[in-house]
């Protein structure tokens, strides 16, 4: 799975692993990516997206992925998720 995320914000992060004798070696910090079936009404279709827990429960309390990517600037978004934005905006506006 790539430990690239489409709706923007996590990263792998590096640094030192510090022993307890003080020793440093470079070491990786992953994001906890899941695959998840995420439904958007506007489309009437589900999305099959790559992202980390934490974007997980940001979907949730934002009301669904239709909710979040309204809200949200295309600034972060990777270019497949800008796509669906604005099909999700479209329909949205076609739809009041």
């Known amino acids: 799975m790539a430990r690239k995320h489409v ?3 996590k ?4 640094g030192n692993k510090v022993s307890h004798s003080n020793r440093k070696s ?6 906890n990516m899941q695959k998840k079936a995420v439904f ?3 489309l009437g279709k589900s999305l ?3 992202m980390p827990a934490s974007m997980i429960r940001t979907l949730d309390q934002a009301g669904g992925l239709d909710n979040f ?3 949200e600037s295309s600034a972060g978004l990777s270019r497949t998720m800008r796509r669906i934005q ?3 905006r479209a329909k949205v506006q076609d739809n009041p």
């Not at 990263?11 to 590096?14: C, I, L, R």
């Not at 470079?26 to 994001?31: I, N, V």
């Open 7 to 9: 709706l923007g914000g």
């Open 69 to 71: 990517l309204i809200s």
């Open 26 to 31: 470079r070491r990786k910090w992953l994001p």
């Open 48 to 50: 099959r997206l790559s």
């Open 86 to 88: 604005a099909q999700i």
């Open 11 to 14: 990263a792998p992060q590096t």
């Open 40 to 42: 958007s009404v506007a």
